[in-house]
Nanobody, 123 residues
Framework: QVQLVESGGGLAQAGGSLRLSCAASGIIFSINTMGWYRQAPEKQRELVAVFTKGGSTNYADSVKGRFTISRDNAKNTVYLQMNSLKTEDTAVYYC?????????????????WGQGTQVTVHS
């Protein structure tokens, strides 16, 4: 069983900052990809930022220069530092991770989603 738990969401003023955290729990051998998605009401879920085990990062054009994704491999945790927040950043943010977990006698692929954390930016 692999679980992802997001935290750090809340209210912020436009121009302010928030830092989201996502901790993966379980008998995890490795996390190969870990990233953040968001979904606003009546909109499709979209990728915000992704961080691979090899160090590659990708950001949505709308957040480039404002958001930074980072990770702590030892803690199986990924962060999203959100600066210069805009009202359009308001959404539920979901953590996603994929990798390998210890199945007892073999390694098994996993892909998991967190439950989401609400980010609300007001002007």
């Amino acid at each position: 069983q692999v679980q992802l738990v997001e935290s750090g969401g809340g209210l912020a003023q436009a121009g302010g900052s928030l830092r989201l955290s996502c901790a993966a729990s379980g008998i995890i051998f490795s996390i190969n990809t870990m990233g953040w998605y968001r979904q606003a009401p009546e909109k499709q879920r979209e990728l915000v930022a992704v961080f691979t085990k090899g160090g590659s990062t990708n950001y949505a054009d709308s957040v480039k220069g404002r958001f930074t994704i980072s990770r702590d491999n030892a803690k199986n945790t990924v962060y999203l530092q959100m600066n210069s927040l805009k009202t359009e950043d308001t959404a539920v943010y979901y953590c996603r991770a994929g990798g390998l977990y210890d199945g007892g006698s073999r390694l098994i692929d996993f892909a998991a989603w967190g439950q989401g954390t609400q980010v609300t930016v007001h002007s």
